[in-house]
């Protein structure tokens, strides 16, 4: 049941550039998005969240766009930095008041290169 | 900055033994939950806590797992008899409202990585 998917496991991009990570769902029902960062042996750390009635949300060098049509959204980071490598997981959270539990995707393994 | 912390941070047990994973919620939160990761896998609910009672649990949470706030600020969670299958990281979370739609989302712990032999 892969309500939220992180197709690309892993991803690489040379210091100072644009890191682009991308996350699709299935479920209509989901009206909030957030990304969590995750290094090893930590627990998932909040990053940035965007509410269905926008398209974009910016926090600094990060930057999360949703395209409801597409049921599609992305982080973007930029410009990257080393001490952004780590795992970032897209969740998502259903509008249905009762079941407002996260429902997360694979992850995505970010390495930045120096 | 408030954290969510988690005790043991690795546990190592005999199948069929009880465990006992113990969490210290945000001290004004008033949401918990507790998710799990098995190795390799995505992040999973397991069950969400509020007012003392169980406002919603997984297919996971089956009558081998508890949930308790014993006192003011501990939360826990009980394995009643262990299985390999229950080898996974666990990790807490605590959120100020209830569905966690806010500029800050849920707070999770470090976890607590359970190892069943």
């Known amino acids: 049941d892969q309500q939220v998917k992180q197709n690309s496991p892993s991803l690489s991009v040379q210091e100072g550039r644009i890191s682009i990570l991308n996350c699709d769902y299935t479920?209509?029902?989901?009206?909030?998005f957030l990304w969590y960062k995750k290094y090893p042996a930590e627990g998932p750390t909040f990053l940035i969240s965007i509410s269905s009635i926008k398209d974009k949300n910016e926090d600094g060098r990060f930057t999360v766009f949703l395209n409801k049509s597409a049921k599609h959204l992305s982080l973007h980071i930029v410009p990257s930095q080393p001490g952004d490598s780590a795992v970032y997981f897209c969740?998502?959270?259903?509008?249905?008041?009762?079941?407002?539990?996260?429902?997360f995707g694979t992850g995505t393994r970010l390495t930045i290169i120096p | 900055e408030p954290e969510v912390t988690q005790t043991p941070s690795h546990q190592v047990t005999q199948m069929g033994q009880e465990v006992i994973l113990r969490c210290v919620p945000i001290s004004n939160h008033l949401y918990f939950y507790w998710y799990r990761q098995i190795l390799g896998q995505k992040v999973e609910f397991l069950v969400s806590?509020?007012?003392?009672?169980?406002?919603?649990k997984s297919e996971i949470f089956d009558d081998q797992f508890s949930v308790e706030r014993p006192d003011g600020s501990n939360f826990t969670l009980k394995i009643r008899s262990t299985k390999l299958e229950d080898s996974a990281m666990y990790f807490c979370?605590?959120?100020?409202?209830?569905?966690?739609?806010?500029?800050?989302?849920?707070?999770f712990g470090s976890g607590t990585r359970l190892t069943v032999v």
């Open positions: 479920n209509s029902m989901f009206d909030y």
């Open positions: 979370a605590s959120s100020e409202t209830r569905t966690g739609k806010t500029n800050y989302g849920y707070t």
């Open positions: 969740a998502a959270i259903p509008s249905n008041f009762g079941n407002e539990k996260l429902t």
């Open positions: 806590f509020y007012n003392n009672e169980i406002s919603e």
